[in-house]
């Protein structure tokens, strides 16, 4: 056995696949994006050719992972530092970081230009500053200088609902707007509560995140805050009419519960694992809200169009 195989550091650099560019999109965050870009897309009124259809939703799956794989080159050495995050492609060298850098800047190149001569320039000229707001606003400059980056950096994942509903109408109008509102008032409370229980990552890389800087009780207040503000703007489709009593009744049902499961976190003030509990419960639904809550959107506007009634 050479020096060179025994050596730690040589034993970690172990060969790129697919995988690791793969790795480098975030396919779990990726799958939220096209959900919802899917939906605002059938949610949208008038109608677009399936193949045209596709191109958008793939435009915006991959400009999405571009932005990603720039967020992972940038953070290379936070991640590394993070034992939820340590394990990505670039902390375990089995990327150059110059490579990560070009394959970030390749699709998303390549998904703005598709998008542009494909579908249209309006949804290409979001589709670039969903891109930029992820990978610049919110990475590079929001989220290593202030706690309130989640709530100004929420914008980067509510574009897809945005310019999925663009792609069909060619205008931004009140529905797509109140459609990226939801997501942006949904982020906060959403990721401070992963926040809670993996803030020692954090903290330990220097990351300001809200937990770190004022605290898990602050923190939890501000969850509750944002969930209850979370009802109104959830209904707003609704108020406005551009939605049946489908979408009506199932936001409100759905933001009840999310709700009912911030109380918890934002009374609670005790410290330690078992604290954590209610705001792991609340982490976990409020995945299943965003799913429903798009999901019902689309079957709201296939009832409207059949005529079906509550």
Known sequence: MTATSSSPASAQRLPADWRDFF?????????????TGLCGLLAAPGSIHPILGFTAILCIAVGAGGAAALNQWWE??????????????????????????????????????????????????????????????YTMWLKPRTPQNIVIGGGAGAFPPLIGWVAVTGEVTAMPILLFAIIFMW?????????????SD????????????????????????????????????????????????????????????AIPVGLRDIEGKDAMRPEKRLFAFSIVYLFALFAVLVIDRFSVTQGWTV
């Open 23 to 35: 790795a480098l999109t975030k396919p779990r965050v990726m799958s939220l994006v096209i959900f």
């Open 76 to 137: 290379a050495d936070l991640d590394a530092g993070m034992k939820r995050t340590a394990g990505r492609p670039l902390p375990m060298k089995r990327l150059q970081p110059t490579d990560a850098r070009d394959f970030g800047f390749f699709l998303s190149g390549a998904s703005v230009l598709v998008m542009a001569f494909a579908v249209g320039y309006l949804a290409a000229a979001l589709l670039v500053l969903s891109i930029f707001y992820y990978a610049v606003v």
């Open 187 to 199: 982020t906060p409370p959403h990721f401070w509560a992963l926040a809670l229980f993996v803030q």
């Open 202 to 261: 954090y903290a330990k890389v220097g990351i300001p995140m809200m937990p770190v800087v004022k605290g898990a009780r602050s923190t939890r207040r501000q969850i509750l805050v944002y969930s209850v503000l979370l009802i109104p703007v959830a209904m707003a489709p609704y108020f406005i009419g551009g939605t049946g009593e489908i979408y009506g009744i199932a936001a409100l049902a759905l933001s009840l519960a999310f709700l009912a499961l």
